[in-house]
């Protein structure tokens, strides 16, 4: 199964920094980024932007993944 999380992060529609101290050798790798600098965190997902277009992306999720399930996860801070 894959899972999609998405949420809403402290900052909603500013994105963030993600500290040097705070990369792992999994995050480096993930987002191709060097383990030594702070990370960039963009505001949005940059593989779709609107429901329609996650909607693709999800299908195309599935295709590659050869059928597996997707699960979407939708995540918010309390307040």
């Keep these: 199964m894959i899972e999609l999380k998405l949420s809403q992060g402290a900052k909603p529609g500013h994105g963030g920094l993600l500290p040097k101290e705070k990369i792992s050798p999994a995050i480096a ?4 980024v060097p383990m030594d600098q702070d990370c960039n965190s963009p505001p949005r997902h940059s593989a779709f932007n609107n429901p329609v277009e996650m909607m693709y992306f999800i299908a195309k999720l599935r295709e590659l993944s050869g059928g597996k399930p997707v699960k979407i996860i939708f995540a918010k801070n309390r307040t």
């Design 29 to 32: 790798e993930a987002r191709g």
